[in-house]
């Protein structure tokens, strides 16, 4: 069966099914019909027994009934008349009897109401009889009207053979008419398939006609719809990416190529060979930023997991962040505090939080002006843990902020990567933050300050710090004038 075709395994079930019914409608309808022609017989033998009955009633001797049953029911249409005494000897039968017959039938066990029975008197005789026991004026009498059941059988013969003669038949018809409704049910399914093979990696764009929504196979259709879909998005995804990561590839490496051409053309003091290889250093230190980034994210796709078993006290890593930004900070003239930091823990990688809020402090050091400020705290709340960095700055737009963890994307796209980076910064921590199972937000507005809350879960050991908040929790909120990667 599981070699079959779909469509001819429906076909044979729906014929099977068709075929079953046939089966047990035609053993209903024999029975149906045979309990009703048995109820006729029945009925009629009744009505005979009361006219012998009643001639018996009518007489006082056995030689005037005799005389009068061999007038009226010797020869009697399809029915015979047996009458016996209580010696069960004959005292009249119908010419359809013979007296061994009689006999025969008289052997059948009394009984005063109407009994019916069948029975056979020979290989090729089969009757029905209806006895009664009567009290006449000449003595107890037991009186039997019979009649052949050969028309009765012949007749559930015939319907027997036809029932039996339209099993296979329907057999026959169930399958062609299964086949085709099968094939007529099953044609969407080859029009998906004739779609879904021919759509390539260049045809993404394509999707599967959808007739009818509400069965099984629109659900089918849609659901591969939505499936072709998401691989579209994910090849134009992957597309962009391989544009953006060679063309921030480009920029650097045709620095690196420029200088080194350069320096290379003509004769140069030592000074001018020292400026030169100071912007090789620097284009190169950039080329090894943008690689380690590109790693790091290829790493989270590809779903490499580091261990998150680490006791990270968080306060602890602000607290070193800022220390470790305070001369960068003092450069642009911008203030870099740590304030309302608590002693929180939790449970992860510590090198890899430490880049988050390295990056993030980065970023609003970066796009505060002069004289402007960064804040950074750390609270503990319920069961999450949330820290800030808050700036002054001119904010983002919002039309922005949906955008700002996409890989490469810049607010302003005119920034070079001195100033704004390649836009990969905020996308590394956004799964750095989801890896430890928390989520990180933006919130900002143009001229006053843009926040990024990152939230962890409280997944923390019992903890040894001092005046550690009670909620347990650790929670962080960077405010940026400007946010990007």
């Known amino acids: 069966m599981k070699m079959l075709s779909i469509r001819w395994r429906l076909s044979l079930f729906f014929a099977i099914a068709v075929a079953g019914i046939v089966v047990v409608f035609g053993i209903v309808l024999i029975l149906i019909t045979r309990q009703q022609l048995l109820s006729r017989t029945d009925a009629a033998l009744r009505e005979e027994l009361r006219e012998i009955l009643l001639e018996v009633d009518l007489h006082q001797s056995v030689v005037d009934f005799q005389k009068a049953a061999q007038t009226r029911f010797y020869h009697h249409d399809i029915y015979d008349f047996v009458v016996v005494d209580d010696n069960a000897s004959i005292v009249f039968v119908s010419a359809g009897l013979t007296t061994d017959q009689g006999v025969q039938l008289a052997q059948n066990e009394k009984s005063k109401s109407i009994v019916f029975a069948s029975n056979q008197l020979s290989e090729t005789s089969t009757i029905r009889s209806a006895q009664s026991t009567f009290q006449s004026g000449f003595g107890s009498l037991r009186v039997f009207s019979v009649t052949s059941q050969q028309p009765l059988l012949d007749e559930l013969r015939t319907l027997e053979t036809v ?98 051409e350069l320096a290379l053309r003509s004769e140069r003091t030592p000074q001018q060979y020292r400026a030169a290889l100071s912007v090789i250093g620097e284009e190169t230190n950039r080329l090894c930023r943008l690689a380690d980034q590109l790693l790091n994210l290829s790493r989270e796709d590809a779903g490499v997991a580091q261990p998150m078993e680490d006791r990270v006290p968080l306060h602890a890593v602000l607290s070193d962040l800022v220390q470790q930004l305070q001369p960068r900070a003092f450069q642009k003239s911008v203030s870099l505090t740590a304030d309302r930091i608590q002693p929180c823990e939790v449970m992860g990688n510590d090198v890899r939080l430490r880049q988050v809020f390295l990056n993030l402090m980065e970023n609003a050091l970066k796009f505060t002006q002069a004289h402007g400020s960064v804040r950074v705290r750390c609270e503990c709340r319920d069961s999450s843990v949330v820290c800030s960095v808050q700036d002054d700055g001119t904010g983002i737009a919002a039309e922005h902020l949906p955008f700002i963890f996409g890989r490469f994307y810049r607010v302003d796209m005119g920034r070079n990567c001195d100033s704004g980076g390649v836009g990969l910064g905020l996308s590394i921590a956004q799964r750095i933050v989801r890896a430890h199972g928390g989520t990180i937000d933006v919130f900002s507005e143009v001229n006053t300050g843009t926040t990024v809350v990152v939230t962890l879960p409280d997944r923390m050991l019992p903890t040894s710090i001092e005046n550690t908040d009670d909620s347990g929790a650790l929670s962080t909120t960077v405010e940026l004038s400007e946010m990007t990667a």
């Not at 339209?166 to 779609?195: H, Q």
């Not at 045809?203 to 069965?215: A, G």
């Not at 962009?240 to 200088?259: G, I, Q, V, Y």
């Open 163 to 260: 029932a039996v003669g339209l099993v296979p038949v329907s057999l026959i018809i169930a399958v062609a008419v299964g086949y085709l409704i099968a094939g007529r049910a099953l044609a969407p399914v080859t029009a998906i398939c004739e779609t879904a093979n021919a759509i390539t990696i260049d045809s993404l764009d394509r999707r599967i006609e959808v007739p009818n929504p509400h069965d099984e196979l629109g659900t089918l259709a849609e659901t591969l719809n939505s499936l072709i879909a998401r691989l579209d998005r994910a090849v134009s995804e992957i597309k962009r990416f391989t544009a953006d990561a060679s063309h921030e590839l480009r920029t650097p490496l045709a620095a690196l190529k420029l200088e080194a």
